[in-house]
């Protein structure tokens, strides 16, 4: 069965960081563009951070782009995203995404993971 | 950005009904749009890509048209399981982009 499993969410503090990572499984890692996407209360759902299979291509959406970073492993078929300068406006729940095999849609989704910026 | 526009933002409808939402892009996509359903406290799952190509497992109710800046989901013969949030986004350029949702709920 394929699944993305994220982990790392929680409560931190503005100008705080916190890293997420998902775990792949069941499905050839290697092959696919991963994907973060998140959903807010302010914005919906927004796709944040994109890497290439082999890490060699980022792509950020503009409001995040200084202060998130995402990168993969594929020896553990893994992909992270690290968020640094934290504001209230990054709360949401922070979806791990598989992009389709072929055009830029979203054929798997993690469960998601809840990330609240609040002091 | 290429902006997003769904409309009705909510709908009532019946079991057995047929639902029509639609989604603007714009400017010009091509056939570059994707469908998601998504329940509450759930991710989204993906039902149509290419505007009209149904993903594996979706039941065939469901069904896209459309091409350039209009686009169509439909569900015929709406069934229970079918009460949900449904979101269009754009894959024609980046940053890929959603639409607000249409939620469809229990007349």
């Known amino acids: 069965e394929e699944q993305l499993v994220e982990s790392g969410g929680g409560l931190v503090q503005p100008g705080g960081s916190l890293r997420l990572s998902c775990e792949a499984s069941g499905f050839t890692f290697t092959i696919y563009w991963m994907t973060w996407v998140r959903q807010t209360p302010e914005k919906g759902l927004e796709w944040v951070a994109n890497?290439?299979?082999?890490?060699?291509?980022?792509i950020y959406v503009d409001s995040v782009k200084g202060r998130f970073t995402i990168s993969r492993d594929n020896a553990r078929n893994s992909v992270d995203l690290q968020m640094d300068s934290l504001r209230a406006e990054d709360t949401g729940v922070y979806y791990c995404?598989?992009?389709?095999?072929?055009?830029?849609?979203?054929?798997?989704w993690g469960q998601g993971t809840l990330v609240t910026v609040s002091s | 950005d290429i902006q997003m526009t769904q409309s009705p933002s909510s709908v009532s409808a019946s079991v057995g009904d047929r639902v029509t939402i639609t989604c603007r892009a714009s400017q010009g996509i091509t056939n570059r749009v994707a469908w998601y359903q998504q329940k509450p406290g759930r991710a989204p799952k993906l039902l149509i890509y290419g505007a009209s190509s149904l993903q594996g497992g979706v039941p065939s109710r469901f069904s896209g048209r459309g091409s350039g800046t209009d686009f169509t989901l439909t569900i015929s013969n709406l069934q229970p399981e079918d009460f949900a949030t449904y979101f269009c986004q754009q894959a024609n350029s980046l940053p890929f982009t959603f639409g607000p949702g249409t939620k469809v709920d229990i007349k």
């Open positions: 995404a598989r992009r389709g095999a072929t055009g830029n849609w979203v054929g798997r």
């Open positions: 890497i290439k299979q082999d890490g060699s291509e980022k």
